[in-house]
């Protein structure tokens, strides 16, 4: 099974911005949609944004226009720009299969604040 590390994440002011990174553990390219999930305090994990292999890509309404997420099958890994970051953006960033996420990593915590 695939493991997934993702990193990237700390504080930054509402405004600014942060480049998340998913490293998997084996190949991607079988994977035919990765996603980004994360999970605000107190709050259920929620997928926020992911592509397919093709790299068609798909955002919820809060993150559209500021959140950009693109894949490298031959470096099996994903990345999320998030830019104009908004202190409800706060989370801890997981990556994984979309649908039926396998098990989860540790993610990766981003704090928006000033």
């Known amino acids: 099974q695939v493991q997934f590390v993702e990193s990237g994440g700390g504080l930054v002011q509402p405004g600014g911005s942060l480049r998340l990174s998913c490293a998997a553990s084996g190949s991607i390219t079988d994977i035919f949609v990765m996603g980004w999930y994360r999970q605000a305090p107190g709050k259920q994990r929620e997928l926020v944004t992911f592509i397919n292999t093709r790299g068609a890509t798909s955002y919820v309404d809060s993150v559209k226009g500021r959140f950009t997420i693109s894949r490298d099958n031959t470096k099996n890994t994903v990345w999320l720009q998030m830019d104009f970051l908004k202190p409800e953006d706060t989370a801890v960033y997981y990556c994984?299969?979309?649908?039926?996420?396998?098990?989860w990593g540790q993610g990766t915590q981003v704090t928006v604040s000033s």
């Open positions: 994984n299969k979309v649908p039926n996420p396998q098990s």
